[in-house]
């Protein structure tokens, strides 16, 4: 395959702006530059990096999920309904997983994709990929709250967490934003500073949103536009990516 083709292919960029970055040098096929949008490179075998980041295999699944709540996040079948049961049947023979977990009764966008590669670079602590939540409390949280997410707080077992945000949107609901993902890290989180997580979803998983048009327990192919969210920069939000536009259906661990 071609390199301007599978760069295009793999990031969703179109291939008029993936011939000008070969060209100048940002794309690195198995560890050296190539400046020549016309190299065969073949999938599987030659790792191909943009910008420094790798990019996944084109001919990957990439899913955005809208997980509901009552539905476990793993691949392994058991007496719970689990989130590969609302994969569609045709789905269902490839090797999905879901990168990073949701809790049972937790709500919102879970990825699914038959990329390893990419799966793990959006879930390695290092990578800093950063998550938003929302979340309704049964009381209002105590007032150094925001601090202690800014400082980095220690939970009740005496893990230290890394710095996080938190954002006040009513008494009795936050956003919280995560670059780790500790098991049930967020209500733990909200514990430590006085309140009870009565409901969590998560919005957006670096610079890509939940589809708001996409209902609970459905499941779609990312855009290309997504992709490219994801597949370059992940974790760097765009200014303009930290909202949801109107009209978008854009925007190894527990996931936070
Ligand atoms: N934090 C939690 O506590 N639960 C989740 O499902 C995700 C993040």
């Known amino acids: 395959m071609r390199l301007d083709r ?12 993936a011939t ?10 198995a560890g050296a530059v190539v400046r020549d949008p016309a190299e065969q490179v073949v999938p599987g075998r030659d790792a191909v990096t943009v910008r420094g980041v790798a990019v996944r295999e084109p001919g990957h699944l990439l899913l955005m999920m809208h997980k509901p709540v009552g539905v476990i996040t793993t691949t392994e079948q058991g007496r719970q309904p689990t989130v590969m049961e609302l994969v ?46 929302l979340a309704e409390l049964d009381c209002e949280l105590q007032p150094d709250a925001e601090a202690r997410f800014l400082a980095g707080l220690t939970l009740e077992d005496g893990t ?8 006040r949107l009513g008494p009795l609901q ?15 989180m909200i ?11 998560r919005e957006r998983i670096g610079a890509l949103w939940l589809d708001p048009a996409l209902p609970p327990g459905e499941v779609r192919m990312l855009r290309p536009d997504e992709v490219q969210l994801l597949g370059i920069g992940a974790g760097q939000a765009p200014a303009d990516a930290l909202q949801p536009a109107a009209s978008q259906s854009e925007t190894p661990e527990n996931d936070g």
């Open 191 to 201: 514990t430590a500073c006085g309140s009870t997580v009565v409901s969590l979803h």
């Open 6 to 17: 599978y760069v295009s292919q793999s990031t969703g960029m179109p291939r008029s702006h």
């Open 88 to 133: 569609p049947a045709d789905l269902r023979h490839r090797d999905l997983a879901p990168i990073g977990r949701l809790d049972k009764d937790t709500t919102g966008l879970l990825l699914l994709t038959t990329d390893g590669g990419l799966n793990h670079a959006l879930t390695h602590p290092r990578r800093h990929v950063e998550k938003a939540y």
């Open 160 to 167: 230290l967490c890394k710095p996080a945000g938190l954002e």
């Open 20 to 29: 000008p970055l070969i060209r100048g040098g940002q794309v690195t096929v």
């Open 174 to 188: 936050v956003r919280v934003l995560l670059r780790e993902g500790r098991f049930h890290q967020v209500k733990r």
